[in-house]
């Protein structure tokens, strides 16, 4: 297979799903790849939740429509993200009735032999394997190039406000934690005062996660600020890009590991608001390694070092280590 793909342009479907976490990391290794793709939008019914050991290579899990997106000429490379693509993505290989290469970021769940890359993130407990890639956070779309193009497009806009600008980027509650009026109001008790502080301001978004605990967090908000409200906002358009772009700083809840990946995106300061309450056992695992290496730190409520903002790193996006190997697995 390796030969066949050297030796021409592989047609590459990504598939994506209605998690937008999932959807951001394989279509943040799809760009860097950098070779032309198509995605296929796949829905789930009831089957999908079966185990994958018991669905196997299959689309069962899909709707039906879904299925019917997906018909000949089949791909030379899938990529996929989390437990839910594996079986599909599986099921596409055996359609193709040759090799298809498979990259999946996250564990598939079973059938590993059938991928031909497996990007495990660190935090989910690293794996050995030959085809197992482990990586520091979440593939994303935010590239450096990305970052200065949303830049551009959000210059101006904000203008009003004090400097430094730093973005508050907020999620909410998961499956197993709640964001909780009292963790609202501590988040925006910390955040007012990094930004007093500095004698700047906040740019505020929160997420579909945040719930009832937006109203409680913008109500306690003392700095100047700049507020997009999912849910209430959503004709503007979302500036959670341009917030990232221009931030001087940024402190991101510790409730995903996607909304932290993408706050290191660049290289100024990033803190993470992360109570044992809020952070799942995994999660805080991510964090610890994002401490580690210097791409974040625990958030305070005041800047590193007696008020300097000014410590960097290195831009974070395991997608370019990702796009690297399955470039180097096949040849390209």
Same mark, same amino acid.
């Given at each position: 297979?390796?030969?066949?793909?050297?030796? &021409?342009?592989?047609?590459?479907?990504?598939?994506?799903?209605?998690?937008?976490?999932?959807?951001?990391?394989?279509?943040?290794?799809?760009?860097?790849?950098?070779?032309?793709?198509?995605? &296929?939008?796949?829905?789930?019914?009831?089957?999908?939740?079966?185990?994958?050991?018991?669905?196997?290579?299959?689309?069962?899990?899909?709707?039906?429509?879904?299925?019917?997106?997906?018909?000949?000429?089949?791909?030379?490379?899938?990529?996929?993200?989390?437990?839910?693509?594996?079986?599909?993505?599986?099921?596409?290989?055996?359609?193709?009735?040759?090799?298809?290469?498979?990259?999946?970021?996250?564990?598939?769940?079973?059938?590993?032999?059938?991928?031909?890359?497996?990007a495990v993130p660190r935090h989910d407990g690293a794996v050995a394997g030959g085809n197992i890639l482990n990586i520091t956070g979440a593939p994303h779309q935010l590239t450096p190039s990305r970052l200065k193009e949303e830049s551009g497009r959000w210059r101006g806009r904000f203008d009003d406000l004090p400097k430094p600008w730093i973005a508050?980027?907020?999620?909410?509650?998961?499956?197993?934690?709640?964001?909780?009026?009292?963790?609202?109001?501590?988040?925006?008790?910390?955040?007012?005062?990094?930004?007093?502080?500095?004698?700047?301001?906040?740019?505020?978004?929160?997420?579909?996660?945040?719930?009832?605990?937006?109203?409680?967090?913008?109500?306690?908000?003392?700095?100047?600020?700049?507020?997009?409200?999912?849910?209430?906002?959503?004709?503007?358009?979302?500036?959670?890009?341009?917030?990232?772009?221009?931030?001087?700083?940024?402190?991101?809840?510790?409730?995903?590991?996607?909304?932290?990946?993408?706050?290191?995106?660049?290289?100024?300061?990033?803190?993470?608001?992360?109570?044992?309450?809020?952070?799942?056992?995994?999660?805080?695992?991510?964090?610890?390694?994002?401490?580690?290496?210097?791409?974040?730190?625990?958030?305070?409520?005041?800047?590193?070092?007696?008020?300097?903002?000014?410590?960097?790193?290195?831009?974070?996006?395991?997608?370019?280590a990702v796009a690297q190997a399955i470039r180097d697995r096949l040849g390209l």
């Open positions: 297979m390796v030969d066949t793909i050297a030796n &021409k342009t592989p047609d590459v479907w990504v598939l994506v799903d209605d998690r937008a976490g999932n959807r951001s990391q394989c279509l943040g290794v799809a760009d860097a790849l950098a070779i032309d793709y198509r995605v &296929k939008e796949i829905a789930y019914g009831p089957w999908a939740a079966l185990p994958n050991v018991v669905l196997g290579a299959s689309l069962k899990g899909l709707t039906p429509d879904s299925r019917l997106g997906l018909h000949p000429p089949w791909p030379d490379v899938v990529i996929a993200a989390g437990r839910r693509t594996a079986p599909v993505a599986r099921k596409i290989r055996a359609l193709a009735g040759r090799e298809c290469f498979l990259a999946q970021v996250m564990g598939p769940g079973a059938g590993r032999g059938d991928f031909g890359l497996i508050l980027i907020v999620g909410g509650s998961t499956r197993r934690r709640t964001f909780t009026p009292a963790m609202a109001i501590e988040l925006a008790a910390r955040a007012s005062k990094m930004a007093l502080l500095a004698g700047g301001s906040l740019l505020v978004t929160t997420s579909r996660r945040t719930g009832e605990a937006a109203d409680t967090l913008i109500k306690a908000i003392t700095a100047p600020n700049r507020v997009f409200r999912w849910g209430l906002d959503n004709s503007q358009e979302n500036p959670y890009h341009g917030y990232l772009a221009l931030a001087d700083a940024v402190i991101v809840t510790g409730d995903s590991s996607s909304m932290c990946s993408e706050a290191c995106a660049g290289t100024g300061p990033v803190y993470i608001y992360a109570p044992p309450a809020l952070t799942i056992a995994k999660h805080g695992r991510l964090h610890a390694d994002l401490y580690q290496q210097g791409y974040a730190r625990p958030l305070s409520g005041e800047m590193d070092s007696g008020g300097d903002q000014q410590w960097t790193h290195q831009p974070l996006n395991a997608a370019v």
